[in-house]
């Protein structure tokens, strides 16, 4: 058997009534708990309800909803059916909902909420496939169709609690039954530049990957208590969340994305994975906070983050134990200045905290490692089963994204790109046979379609995405999401697209934090009355080219921005401007603002 089809009931025979996962709100109130008991109690009843109605092995439910404790519980319980749960953003579109639909042919669908039940509704006369709306909240109205019944998860539940000896024992057949190269699940890919995929993962590469986890985590245990913060349609938090239940954690989930940062002041999590931008977010803020101390205070905190970065990155780092002096006084610093700091984030009980995703600024890692926040650099895709690579306990290499995992083999191919042999690669592109083809070398090896090189300690920097990568009218290549990233540590900066493609020089499109300039403009008495006049006063546009300038400092002058303009609205998924995991599209923020663009070269 695998372990997805192990781990609930397992769990529950090892750690019964300690409390499994909880959904919290931003004050810190617990909605909803299942302790490991409940869980597999929930699940059972999860599965079984779903065979009464019909489920059989093979068959596919789309779950489309933010993220809550129903979705863990509607996971394995397709897992115990031999069935396959496909999780897609709770920020999709119409459009987008009605292309997995018909991508993948599920029989059922679950849903968050009322806005989410609407769009599968609209979406229905073009989704023959699906048979039964599933609601995570109560009195769904009818459907209104002869096509699709519509049922609250809660009498899913009654339906499974109430089910007979027979279904019973037909639910374990199959859960004994499950194979390892059944398919577990599809993660749909985020489409930058074309039609999402969906990466057809099976059973044997989430047992690899909970495997290879624990043997690289080994700081992750059973006494931590994680927050999920990510969506759990997407593959890191998704296989983020398998690891931490196989390792008996407790795990919160968040109910607010938007408010995480009050979520982590009232639960104090252990760990979170999540992505760069919200380490920039709480970076930008920390050093606000130290410009605006009196000199005396902030000489004390920046002599503090450099007795910080002596001791943890010079010798902590690689496993060295440091000069008693320096020791003594890291302690001190930690009592009276990074403790304070970390008490004011949540995260002063911090044990892990992997971050993935998109790039990060070397002085962002080593600023949180400087006052001990384990912060765990890793690269890795939807189709391998998210982590390809990630930080060691001893030996990272800051500027890398760490060293791969074992069992998994890393070349550097043609025009440096990075490319993957081992357990946790999918089988391929559901569906999709060309997109398979294409996404592997003739010799197996999947194509991550990023470029990099591994450093003499054998740690992989990534360099650029490759699709990313432009070349300027001078014959100079330029990887922007490299310049995105540094122009992203900015408290001004919100959001950045850099251009260039054929172009004489760089420029950038970028979204101003605006609540940070409004502050700004307060403090400077510079009147406006709406966020176009702040963008466009001269005052503005010169404090955001010098701290531009500053930013760049270092960069060749081919990849240096030559020109920007600033927007009064942000880049949205909306729009189309912006994938279900926060991704540019470049396509459309090309054509988006194609006038500003050409007024930049004009």
Known sequence: MEILTTIIDEQAKRYGDKEALNWVNEEGQILQAYTYNQLKAAVDACACGLETLGFNPGDMAVIFSANRPEMVITDFACYHNRAIPVSIYSTSSEEQVRYVLNDCRPKFVLVGDEQQYEIVLH???????????FTYFENPKDTGSLQADA??????I????????????????RRLSV?????????????????PKGADLMHSCFTATIKMHRERLTELTDKDRILCFLPLSHIFE??????????????????????IARTMRHVRPTGMCSVPRFWEKAYTAIIEKMSEMPPMQKAIVKKAIKIGYKRNIHYARLGKKAPAMLEAMYRMAEKRVFTTIKKAAGIENGNIFPTAGAPISSKIVAFFRSIGVPMVVGYGLSETTATVTCFPQVGYVIGSVGTQLDQLQVRIGDKGEIQVKGPTVMRGYYHKPNATRDAFTEDGWFRTGDAGYFDEEGALVLTERLKDLFKTSNGKYIAPQAIESRLGEDKYIEQVAVVGESRKYVTAIIIPAFDALKEYARKHKIHFKSLEDLIHNSQIVKMISERIEKLQKGLPSFEQIKKFTLLPKAFTIESGELTNTLKIRRPVINEHYAKEIEAMYA
Request: net charge neutral; proline share 7%.
């Open 123 to 133: 979406c229905l006369p073009f989704c023959p496939s699906v048979k039964r709306i």
């Open 151 to 156: 049922m609250p998860f809660s009498a899913l």
């Open 158 to 173: 009654k339906l499974g609690e109430k089910a007979s000896d027979l279904c019973r024992a037909e639910v374990e057949k």
């Open 179 to 195: 194979q390892p190269d059944d398919t577990a699940t599809l993660i749909y890919t985020s489409g930058t530049t074309g039609e």
């Open 238 to 259: 998704k296989g983020w969340s398998y690891v931490v239940m196989a390792v008996g954690a407790h795990y919160a989930i968040n109910v607010n994305p938007r408010e």
